[in-house]
């Protein structure tokens, strides 16, 4: 399995602040994806945004955009102006070119009003 | 509607008595997998099928089986469980390999005791 790594368990931002988390993975291929998950309380998954690593372009969905660095194997999320909605258990996760996923740990995410 | 439908939503059951939760999608997606959640360690696949009687292990197979009989079905069986299968499962299917898991089920949170 490929190693995803979140290194923040928790992070709290004000609404209308901007956040960024954390995402690295090991991995010695060299097409893949990568994508970010968002988990709120009511414990859906909802794919936030996707990232192909053979382009360079970095992915934006609204207000989530990625800075994807393929040499340093780092892939952080930005939300920016934060909504109380934004408030969930996001995950970076992995996939190789068996198409299997591997998930990181989570980082929970608190907007505060 | 698009969706992944997952039964039982919760279950608490006692150890080796055999138990399956089924998984259908009604969009015609090739790929279907599935994933247990811990806290702490994220999402780990547990099997994965890329069409009809093609299956595949992920990460954590052990203890599990599938079948891939149709397009629109992907159960998971557990033949034996035992406590430390005690999670929350997430069956999900995506429209093709590459299009990863776009559509969750809700979970199922399983108790063996």
């Known amino acids: 399995a490929q190693t995803v790594t979140q290194s923040q368990p928790e992070m709290s931002v004000q609404e209308a602040e901007t956040v960024t988390l954390s995402c690295t993975y090991d991995?010695?291929?060299?097409?893949?994806?990568l994508f970010w998950y968002k988990q709120p309380p009511s414990r859906q998954m909802i794919l936030v945004i996707r990232?192909?690593?053979?382009?360079?372009q970095n992915a934006t969905e609204n207000r989530f955009s990625v800075n994807f660095q393929k040499a340093a194997k780092s892939f952080s999320l930005k939300i920016s102006d934060s909504q109380l909605g934004d408030t969930a258990m996001y995950f970076c996760?992995?996939?190789?070119?068996?198409?299997?996923?591997?998930f990181g740990a989570g980082t929970t995410v608190t907007v505060r009003a | 509607e698009a969706q992944v439908t997952q039964n039982p939503r919760y279950l608490i059951t006692v150890t080796g008595k055999k138990l399956t939760v089924t998984c259908s999608q009604n969009?015609?997606?090739?790929?279907m997998s599935w994933y247990r959640q811990d806290p702490g360690l994220g999402l780990r696949q547990i099997y994965y099928?890329?069409?009809?009687?093609?299956?595949d292990k992920g990460d954590v197979p052990e203890g599990y089986k599938v079948s891939r009989k149709e397009k629109r079905n992907f159960p998971l069986i557990l033949e034996s469980p035992s406590p430390n299968q005690t999670s929350l499962y997430f069956c999900?299917?995506?429209?093709?390999?590459?299009?990863?898991?776009?559509?969750f089920g809700d979970g199922t949170r399983l108790s063996i005791l």
């Open positions: 991995t010695s291929e060299s097409n893949y994806y």
């Open positions: 999900a299917s995506s429209l093709t390999l590459v299009d990863q898991p776009q559509h």
């Open positions: 996760a992995f996939l190789d070119g068996d198409y299997k996923l591997s």
């Open positions: 990232q192909e690593a053979y382009k360079q």
């Open positions: 099928s890329m069409n009809v009687e093609v299956t």
């Open positions: 969009m015609n997606h090739e790929y």
